[in-house]
């Protein structure tokens, strides 16, 4: 278990800003600050950002517990930036990864004349086949050449391969043949990653596991040298605690280590951090059907959670490519600040469109006076009156002139438009797509989100939020007491975490009970050393169990909670409705009478962090409104078709109790809040603004 220290310090690193939340473990209070990301080396950013919070090296050495997001794995995958990556897979099954799912996609790819896949990450020229074959069951029918092992190594080393991935038929039930061919590799290449897929994910489907080995290869040397560097400038800056940590997809934390070898879990590791404090956020509250909506300067990222539970993905997209290990279902589009807005011609007409590319942070929006020409989502924001440009997240000043003069030049002028009508027209247009995305985790999946409350973080999430919760008719919008920072604040609220999984097909009514308990110790066994290994103790040790469940014939499965306790045939029989009731909930029927199958076993492992209690606003806050008030400024609203003056308010005054009248703005370090007309907006006794229409 991690040590007590003075300190615990959380870094979420995106694409155009660095989020940092420090924990005092004995005055239970938390620091926040905020600096441009630096995207060529995003160590360096982290660094600044920790000596800027802690008065390092002083500070630093009394850290005890440090944890990272970060998008370094995303954008190697979406950038196609990762390592040369070489692949052994089974003589005669090469085209499993060319063939993937054998379809094109679904929705806009079904109708688009010019849909490619994506380019294959180990290239058929990097791929060989390697005689061996085991049968379904594991049994070994052709033995391995290890020969050709060798042989394949050597030309790899030649062509200058940086990782391997091996993939053979049916290792997920024998991994011999991959371990023997990696202990060939190792000796041959022993400065090159090699990802086994029986290490990686020993689990049914051939391609999915494919795609997520040599994923995971991809991915390896990349992470793993920025982990090496950052690790090292931890250690020069003072931070001496062993307890480093990287968030994971599954919304649980992992150590530098594992995280390098099990890159392919990191690729989400950023906004997982974000639906993690949504949801504790939400429930310190007292609400638990939540919308967590996270849009920062690159991306907008929305998750679902339903009575406090966020859902968890077994099988996701990523950029085309599929990932098969366990990850929170995130959906993300191309909305963030640094946005890019552009006419595009259409033949005789001219149309308005905002994204997918984005400015970052260098040289970011036009207001930022760093270099860039292109007006964004943040430039808009900036003209319309409800970003303050004598204080922006970071620090920043933002020179309005600029970005007035390049949307009247690049938007308004071409489309025959005013200044502020472009730019509300920029803001409806980045809504929309917002809309969109929330529904496609909600509506679209039959939930009613007049039950859900939208809470809305990162630094342009609150600015946005109230007209996406308007539109699309959510209940309220919680806006946390530290918007900009809260995916950082999310490390510091998560367990240490490790999925295992054993795929083993095992017809429901002929299940030997005590064969699926072998199997279920056997991963909690793994799980149990794992975590001992990383310093955690018996009792903060907490494993949980669970089935993937499908009808006999079935192409997929539900994975259903299983209980902690042997498996019996009681436990199994409500194991097995408990899966029917999930598949009418997800799929709109069930067949209770039909025969199933279980198809994996899945064991989580939790390395149990101490609590960190959300703090609470002192008691001798004032509720006065007006006490925090520090200005006026005018502003653009598309609902009153004019700018009109309004209150701006500086959120570190404002205590519980206190009562905010729309329209209004809410300004403070890490985000500004818009409080749109005929909306209330009241602070809580945790600091979070609950907006709802003044008429509810």
Same mark, same amino acid.
């Given at each position: 278990m991690p040590h007590a220290a003075r300190w615990r310090v959380a870094v979420d690193t995106g694409g155009t800003f660095s989020d940092f939340v420090c924990y005092d473990e004995g005055r239970r209070e938390l620091t926040i600050t905020k600096l441009p990301s630096t995207p060529h080396n995003p160590a360096e950013a982290i660094v600044a950002g920790v000596e800027r919070l802690l008065a390092a090296p002083a500070g630093a050495a009394e850290i005890g517990f440090?944890?990272?997001?970060?998008?370094?794995?995303?954008?190697?995958?979406?950038?196609?930036?990762?390592? +040369?990556?070489? #692949?052994?897979?089974?003589?005669?099954?090469r085209g499993i990864y060319e063939v993937q799912e054998q379809m094109r996609g679904y929705g806009p790819a079904l109708f688009d004349f010019y849909f490619r896949k994506p380019p294959l990450l180990a290239r058929p020229r990097e791929t060989y086949e390697i005689t061996e074959r085991l049968d379904a069951a594991g049994n070994v029918l052709q033995p391995i050449v290890l020969d050709e092992v060798r042989a394949a190594a050597r030309r790899l080393r030649a062509q200058g391969v940086q990782s391997v991935a091996v993939c053979f038929l049916h290792a997920f039930r024998n991994p011999t043949h991959e371990r023997q061919a990696a202990a060939v590799?190792?000796?041959? $290449?022993?400065? =090159?990653?090699?990802? #086994?897929?029986?290490?990686?994910?020993?689990?049914?489907?051939?391609?999915?596991? $494919?795609?997520?080995?040599?994923?995971?290869?991809?991915?390896?040397?990349?992470?793993?040298?920025? #982990?090496?560097? #950052?690790?090292?400038?931890l250690d020069a800056l003072g931070v001496r605690t062993p307890q480093r940590y990287l968030m994971q997809s599954n919304g649980g934390v992992a150590s530098f280590a594992a995280g390098a070898a099990r890159a392919v879990t990191t690729i989400l590791s950023g906004p997982a951090g974000g639906?993690?404090?949504?949801?504790?956020?939400?429930?310190?509250?007292?609400? +638990?059907?939540?919308?967590?909506? @996270?849009?920062?300067?690159?991306?907008?990222?929305?998750?679902?959670?339903?009575?406090?539970?966020?859902?968890?993905?077994?099988?996701?997209?990523?950029?085309?490519?599929?990932?098969?290990?366990?990850?929170?279902?995130?959906?993300?589009?191309s909305a963030g600040g640094g946005t890019i807005a552009r006419v595009v011609e259409l033949g005789a007409l001219r149309q308005l469109r905002v994204g997918p590319d984005s400015a970052g942070a260098s040289p970011g929006p036009v207001c930022y006076r760093q270099g860039g020409t292109d007006p964004t989502v943040t430039d808009a924001d900036l003209v319309l009156g409800y970003l303050n440009p004598e204080r922006f997240a970071g620090g920043l000043r933002l020179d309005r002139a600029a970005a007035e003069a390049a949307i009247r030049e690049r938007i308004a002028a071409p489309l025959g438009l005013d200044v502020l009508r472009a730019a509300a027209g920029i803001v409806q247009v980045i809504d929309v797509k917002m809309q969109e995305a929330v529904k496609a985790i909600s509506t679209r999946r039959g939930h009613d989100l007049r039950d859900f409350t939208l809470v809305a973080f990162g630094g342009a999430g609150p600015v946005h939020a109230a007209r996406v919760a308007r539109e699309l008719g959510l209940a309220r919008v919680l806006v946390p007491r530290y918007p900009g920072c809260t995916s950082a604040l999310g490390l510091l609220l998560a367990d240490v975490r490790h999925d295992y999984v054993r795929s083993h097909l095992d017809p429901v009514e002929r299940l030997d009970c005590e064969q699926a308990n072998a199997l279920f110790a056997a991963l909690e066994a793994e799980a149990r050393a794992d975590l001992e290994r990383e310093g955690f103790a018996p009792e903060a040790i907490r494993l949980e169990r669970y089935l993937d469940f499908r009808y006999a014939g079935q192409g997929y499965d539900v994975t259903v909670s299983a209980p902690s306790g042997p498996l019996t045939p009681e436990t199994l029989a409500t194991t097995r409705r408990a899966f029917d009731r999930l598949h009418e909930q997800q799929f709109g029927h069930a067949a209770p009478g039909e025969p199933a199958e279980i198809v994996s076993y899945r064991v989580v492992g939790r390395g149990l962090v101490p609590?960190?209690?959300?703090?609470?606003?002192?008691?001798?806050?004032?509720?006065?409104?007006?006490?925090?008030? =520090?200005?006026?400024?005018?502003?653009?609203?598309?609902?009153?078709?004019?700018?009109? @003056?309004?209150?701006?308010? @500086?959120?570190?005054?404002?205590?519980?109790?206190?009562?905010?009248?729309?329209?209004?703005?809410?300004?403070?370090? @890490?985000?500004?809040?818009? =409080? $749109?007309?005929?909306?209330?907006?009241?602070?809580?006794?945790y600091g979070n603004l609950i907006l709802t229409n003044a008429d509810a």
């Open positions: 440090f944890l990272h997001g970060t998008t370094v794995g995303t954008n190697a995958l979406l950038e196609e930036k990762g390592a +040369r990556t070489g #692949l052994l897979i089974t003589r005669g099954f590799l190792r000796a041959e $290449l022993p400065d =090159v990653p090699v990802s #086994l897929s029986s290490e990686v994910l020993p689990q049914i489907r051939e391609y999915y596991r $494919l795609s997520t080995t040599v994923i995971n290869a991809y991915l390896r040397p990349v992470l793993g040298r920025y #982990l090496e560097g #950052l690790a090292a400038r639906v993690m404090a949504g949801t504790a956020i939400g429930a310190a509250a007292g609400y +638990r059907d939540l919308v967590t909506f @996270d849009m920062g300067g690159t991306s907008c990222d929305v998750a679902l959670i339903v009575d406090g539970q966020p859902g968890v993905a077994a099988l996701s997209a990523i950029g085309g490519r599929h990932v098969a290990v366990p990850m929170l279902d995130i959906h993300t589009v609590r960190l209690e959300l703090p609470r606003l002192p008691s001798s806050s004032t509720s006065d409104a007006e006490a925090a008030m =520090v200005g006026t400024r005018a502003a653009y609203f598309p609902e009153l078709g004019r700018a009109v @003056d309004c209150a701006r308010y @500086d959120r570190e005054r404002l205590g519980p109790g206190a009562v905010l009248h729309g329209p209004c703005i809410v300004e403070q370090l @890490d985000s500004t809040t818009v =409080v $749109l007309p005929g909306q209330v907006a009241q602070v809580d006794t």
